[in-house]
């Protein structure tokens, strides 16, 4: 799923240069003798100036913002205590891949993560039994996360997530956890500011700058 999301991602990039490329040329199809006038303005705000506008001055906390403290999972989390068949009912219920781990009693304090790939590898394949291992023992731990802060741009993250081949990824700040976000997050946010971008140039081609 991860592979399928990330090429989609990719072939959208790609072609929303195709897409720019293909809107350029029908100004100069529709009306020859603006080119030079259309061209000036539209280089006045590209690539530079939509780049700044657009997907990538997005951040992390853009995200957490739209999401909401309660949606996505944002905020799930489970304790080291837990066991690992309350965590994986928890992501199934709340339909997420993922879930902080949390000290007892610390639920500011991060102590790892816990995800479906987890449970896989390390119950399933390996024979053990999920209500009676506990979530701190197959977890991903605090120093071996990759995390990222509110203010990491969204294009940084998803370099992240995808060359280190994970999908989620907790958001913390120097007060401690504040969220997590998904591989689905990112692309969402990737591509809705590619909408944004291609609104901005047919705003522009009839008119509306």
Known sequence: MTAKMQGALRSFLSNGSVIKN???QR???VNPLLQPAAFSRFESVTPARIEEH????????????????GADGSWLWCTTDDTVYDAVKSMTQ???GALVVVKPGEEKSIAGIITERD???KIIVQGRSSKSTKVGD?????????TVTPDTKVLR???????????????INDKGMLGMVSIGDVV???VGEHRQELDRLNAYIQGGY
Do not use: C, W
Not at 138 to 146: A, F, G, R, S, V
């Open 22 to 24: 293909a809107v350029l």
């Open 27 to 29: 100004v100069r199809v």
């Open 54 to 69: 657009g997907f990538e001055s997005t951040t992390i906390s853009d995200i957490l913002q739209g999401k909401g403290k």
């Open 94 to 96: 709340n339909n997420v």
């Open 119 to 121: 449970y896989l590898r």
């Open 138 to 146: 197959i977890m991903t731990e605090e120093n071996k996360l990759i």
């Open 157 to 171: 993250a998803m370099q992240l997530m995808t060359d280190n081949r994970i999908r989620h990824i907790p958001v």
């Open 188 to 190: 969402r946010a990737v």
